[in-house]
């Protein structure tokens, strides 16, 4: 197994996901009117970790750090862009999927973290087109191999250069004995539509398909000769543009720096403050609420910039949970705390809810959105307390209902005259944030009981105490202070105590009740499987394809098929 | 890990699925009236293999294949039953589950097989509710832990003794490291609703829950005092009795034993042949047709019993089917071929069509649904081979369907005067036989792709040749006599040289396109997440969970959260 740790390049101390386009060392991005390009023109040299270079524009990481501040970027600082084309900046080679040396030589932990970061990054670019009218064009000229093509397939139109030599392929069962795990084999069934039977050829060919097989076969929507590329490109990002509602004229905010002090205690930013525990194995995230009321206009929410609470603490918060899943592995749970006036939460809902069709309301609450789930699929216990002075309300009540167990004291704490505990609900929770499997966090809460969602939203605005919540069936459990901090304690112990593993499996598992969806199919069904190879030795071990790739010997196989 | 192959108890050279009550160890089946009583007794001794004792009614495969017996017995030799009533024989405890020391010394295959087939099991407890008017009560008096909780969970209604002792847990978390696989976690949210912080609460608290909480929070339907028990079950088994639609008076048949041949290189049924390749690791399954016309009425048919062609060529090919997975380990492809007249095979489809309302051809076009869903799970690439001679139509045009590829020849083989291959649709196509996903194989087939399905069945009853059937979408090629030998030797070459592991991560991916249903999830979420942590150390390592349990030290886990 691969489990001695890389180390990360340059000496760095752990993997910081804050970048901007002006350190991009992979890709360009360009912006012009309504399309904006992205060029993937990989830096052998730049890899995250040491041990590898990032040749024929394959990818790691760090690659794809940039790829999402790039997205990130294009949905505040360009409201105007209404297409993106995603190219390679390299000849003949559009992107050769995730470096295979780099794979060879990571831990598990980090192979599954890092695949579900790049998940996420590419469910990022079908909600940017599905939400937020930002819609994206590939353009393979070369080959598009494994995760190159995966991430072609995130896209909403696939023109392949019809030069007798592009092609795409997913050759990682041939080649790697692994599979087409960011959302590969899920998108060429659920998304395209490729036959079964096809897709079977096509995920078992090496060298990949191309011309107008790809079409015939609806891997590609289009094949064009090199000659006509230019003006099929143009043509369909025009069309692509027509269908989008972004804002025409707008001018975008800039997404400052995030402010972060970084202990080996935990981390500071200006909302959101963790703290590590180490012997205790825990994280605790607390959140500030809104020391101001919202502005009272769109033109002052713009003014704010990436300083208005609601997109701050959304980016601080985000930054905070990758930075828990990849460098602090070995938490067990993660602990989220509010401080704050849940009136003052609320009030910004209705401001962003009252101006629900401003671009940047729009992008702001979409960011809650992708955040969200990303807490969903954090693969740590997600333990909620509401306590005298915090302000869960609203959005952040999400917290509560995205919490593994939520505990919630009863009146005050006795120590000091902070306001008893508030859960209040507000529109935002019955619909603006969907988790991955398409039904809001109280709908898979009340699964088979309307009664219980009924009454809540009929609660809508209220300020909620410590029964009334748990009557409710918003909190697990209600504690007055007697027992309060022995129960927690002994919870959090109990957490610790238990096998990491088996927790993974189990969370992900009660989380995601009800409906699965395209996305909720790629973190189960595909990753879940993918994880499993990712022990097995026919991939990992010694003899194993990933090791033995490349090396001029054959992978030997256990031949049971299990 | 675990891979020492355990000894099959008593000499045993294979695992066999043959049963009947008569040679039960472990349940016992008694019928009176409409109600049936399955009681389970197991036999401690009684392991199905050696080095463990199946105390405390835990279970083993050899248990589980009675279950499945006495459920196809009750189908079929006991048409007026329409409720079972499952209950424990020994005092003090209902089931204990899956027996860990046969766990801990179980092969990582065996592990995944065992799981895989007692799903099955339980699935088609559902499925005789749903489909066959057979309801279940689950009666549990004492302790119904792990798969014990889990064979429960498959009832339609739980009675739990409200004695101050009974309980219901899934204790595998915090005792073994390991999920509730066996359906637990699915279907205590998506069939009982239990609420997800509560489901965590209850599959983290290794004593369980009993009394009035465990009706609270869904886990079961009723508590009833000792004192009322009796009655209760009395009461309740007429209510669900009365919702069937079983015959009232109609007698069964009898399940007469298989007569198999096994040797060396395979295993010779009456209508279906397995030859076994081993230095290809292929086995070639080969089904035939009917020889006489259907009979000319319904009791004609039961007259023929178990030898009528659909249901005895179902039991068959489900034994084999099952032999391959548990006894043939090594093999990575199935190929199927057929034999036989397709009018004949369309005449029975439309025989069992005209009396789909008896409750005998309702029974065999179930037990069809289930042999071709337990395909759909097998491991092993699925290929359908359609040659000159063959008679895949109608029902047995389903294995085209499910074959990860088809071949079908073009014209005769020049090779003797057998017809040329013909593939055939019926009825039976389109909406007798759903997949775990819940839609039909077609459907699966054209996910997006409406037009072909529309034309497929206007082609239903046409004898289609290859190009036709290729045409049509419904074979994956249509090779002549030249190509036809080195293609298919090549394809399965290759299949054989693929890594196992990612052939079958590929294919459950590849075979489950479209919508997820609770028998999905559980095949898919649950199931890989339980495949993955059966090779995780924390599990299964010297110093993992399953391996010293019992001993009297703890587990040393790993602490990283992958």
Same mark, same amino acid.
């Given at each position: 197994?691969?489990?001695?740790?890389?180390?990360?390049?340059?000496?760095?101390?752990?993997?910081?996901?804050?970048?901007?386009?002006?350190?991009?060392?992979?890709?360009?991005?360009?912006?012009?009117?309504?399309?904006?390009?992205?060029?993937?023109?990989?830096?052998?040299?730049?890899?995250?970790?040491?041990?590898?270079?990032?040749?024929?524009?394959?990818?790691?990481?760090?690659?794809?750090?940039?790829?999402?501040?790039?997205?990130?970027?294009?949905?505040?600082?360009?409201?105007?862009?209404?297409?993106?084309?995603?190219?390679?900046?390299?000849?003949?080679?559009?992107?050769?999927?995730?470096?295979?040396?780099?794979?060879?030589?990571?831990?598990?932990?980090?192979?599954?973290?890092?695949?579900?970061?790049?998940?996420?990054?590419?469910?990022?670019?079908?909600?940017?087109?599905?939400?937020?009218?930002?819609?994206?064009?590939?353009?393979?000229?070369?080959?598009?191999?494994?995760?190159?093509?995966?991430?072609?397939?995130?896209?909403?139109?696939?023109?392949?250069?019809?030069?007798?030599?592009?092609?795409?392929?997913?050759?990682?069962?041939?080649?790697?004995?692994?599979?087409?795990?960011?959302?590969?084999?899920?998108?060429?069934?659920?998304?395209?539509?490729?036959?079964?039977?096809?897709?079977?050829?096509?995920?078992?060919?090496?060298?990949?398909?191309?011309?107008?097989?790809?079409?015939?076969?609806?891997?590609?929507?289009?094949?064009?000769?090199?000659?006509?590329?230019?003006?099929?490109?143009?043509?369909?990002?025009?069309?692509?543009?027509?269908?989008?509602?972004?804002?025409?004229?707008?001018?975008?905010?800039?997404?400052?720096?995030?402010?972060?002090?970084?202990?080996?205690?935990?981390?500071?930013?200006?909302?959101?403050?963790?703290?590590?525990?180490?012997?205790?194995?825990?994280?605790?995230?607390?959140?500030?609420?809104?020391?101001?009321? &919202?502005?009272?206009?769109?033109?002052?929410?713009?003014?704010?910039?990436?300083?208005?609470?609601?997109?701050?603490?959304?980016?601080?918060?985000?930054?905070?949970?990758?930075?828990?899943?990849?460098?602090?592995?070995?938490?067990?749970?993660?602990?989220?705390?509010?401080?704050?006036?849940?009136?003052?939460?609320?009030?910004?809902?209705?401001?962003?809810?009252?101006?629900?069709?401003?671009?940047?309301?729009?992008?702001?609450?979409?960011?809650?959105?992708?955040?969200?789930?990303?807490?969903?699929?954090?693969?740590?216990?997600?333990?909620?307390?509401?306590?005298?002075?915090?302000?869960?309300?609203?959005?952040?009540?999400?917290?509560?209902?995205?919490?593994?167990?939520?505990?919630?004291?009863?009146?005050?704490?006795?120590?000091?005259?902070?306001?008893?505990?508030?859960?209040?609900?507000?529109?935002?929770?019955?619909?603006?944030?969907?988790?991955?499997?398409?039904?809001?966090?109280?709908?898979?809460?009340?699964?088979?009981?309307?009664?219980?969602?009924?009454?809540?939203?009929?609660?809508?605005?209220?300020?909620?105490?410590?029964?009334?919540?748990?009557?409710?069936?918003?909190?697990?459990?209600?504690?007055?202070?007697?027992?309060?901090?022995?129960?927690?304690?002994?919870?959090?112990?109990?957490?610790?105590?238990?096998? &990491?593993?088996?927790?993974?499996?189990?969370?992900?598992?009660?989380?995601?009740?009800?409906?699965?969806?395209?996305?909720?199919?790629?973190?189960?069904?595909?990753?879940?499987?993918?994880?499993?190879?990712?022990?097995?030795?026919?991939?990992?071990?010694?003899?194993?394809?990933?090791?033995?790739?490349?090396?001029?010997?054959?992978?030997?196989?256990?031949?049971?098929?299990?």
């Amino acid at each position: 197994m691969a489990d001695a740790e890389p180390k990360l390049a340059n000496g760095a101390g752990r993997i910081v996901f804050q970048t901007d386009p002006s350190r991009y060392r992979h890709w360009q991005l360009a912006v012009d009117g309504e399309v904006s390009t992205l060029t993937l023109d990989v830096d052998e040299k730049g890899g995250l970790f040491e041990g590898y270079e990032l040749k024929l524009n394959s990818y790691d990481l760090g690659v794809d750090i940039e790829l999402a501040d790039a997205l990130m970027r294009l949905r505040f600082e360009h409201p105007a862009v209404r297409a993106i084309v995603l190219r390679s900046g390299k000849p003949r080679v559009f992107c050769a999927g995730a470096n295979i040396r780099m794979l060879a030589g990571a831990t598990h932990a980090h192979k599954v973290n890092f695949c579900k970061f790049t998940n996420e990054t590419r469910n990022a670019i079908e909600d940017a087109s599905a939400c937020s009218g930002l819609r994206t064009l590939c353009v393979i000229s070369g080959t598009a191999a494994g995760g190159g093509y995966e991430l072609a397939l995130a896209a909403d139109y696939i023109i392949l250069a019809d030069d007798g030599s592009s092609t795409v392929s997913l050759p990682e069962l041939p080649l790697l004995a692994v599979l087409p795990g960011t959302g590969g084999l899920t998108r060429v069934i659920d998304k395209r539509k490729v036959r079964r039977d096809r897709a079977d050829v096509f995920c078992t060919t090496e060298e990949g398909i191309k011309g107008k097989r790809a079409v015939e076969w609806r891997l590609v929507d289009e094949v064009v000769p090199n000659s006509k590329l230019d003006a099929a490109v143009a043509e369909r990002l025009r069309t692509l543009a027509e269908g989008s509602n972004r804002p025409q004229d707008a001018k975008g905010i800039a997404l400052k720096p995030l402010d972060r002090q970084v202990s080996p205690t935990g981390i500071d930013y200006w909302l959101v403050s963790v703290e590590l525990a180490a012997p205790q194995r825990l994280a605790t995230v607390t959140l500030r609420g809104p020391e101001t009321p &919202p502005p009272d206009s769109v033109a002052a929410m713009v003014e704010e910039g990436s300083d208005f609470w609601p997109l701050r603490l959304a980016r601080e918060l985000d930054d905070a949970i990758l930075d828990l899943r990849f460098n602090a592995i070995d938490t067990a749970a993660i602990v989220f705390k509010s401080i704050g006036d849940p009136e003052a939460v609320l009030a910004y809902d209705a401001f962003l809810d009252a101006h629900a069709d401003h671009w940047l309301a729009r992008e702001i609450r979409l960011l809650w959105k992708r955040l969200l789930k990303r807490i969903d699929l954090t693969s740590r216990t997600l333990v909620t307390l509401v306590e005298p002075g915090s302000c869960f309300a609203g959005t952040l009540a999400e917290l509560v209902l995205a919490a593994d167990r939520s505990y919630m004291l009863i009146g005050g704490d006795g120590r000091d005259n902070r306001p008893a505990a508030t859960l209040a609900l507000a529109a935002a929770n019955f619909g603006h944030y969907p988790m991955v499997n398409g039904i809001t966090r109280l709908a898979s809460r009340f699964l088979d009981d309307a009664a219980s969602l009924t009454a809540a939203r009929e609660r809508t605005g209220e300020m909620l105490d410590a029964e009334a919540a748990e009557t409710a069936g918003l909190v697990t459990f209600a504690l007055d202070d007697i027992d309060w901090d022995d129960e927690i304690r002994v919870f959090l112990e109990e957490r610790a105590s238990f096998s &990491p593993d088996a927790l993974t499996g189990m969370e992900a598992n009660l989380r995601f009740g009800g409906p699965e969806t395209m996305e909720s199919k790629i973190f189960a069904r595909l990753t879940a499987w993918q994880n499993w190879i990712f022990q097995r030795p026919n991939a990992v071990g010694a003899e194993g394809a990933l090791r033995r790739y490349g090396t001029g010997q054959k992978p030997v196989f256990d031949t049971k098929r299990v």
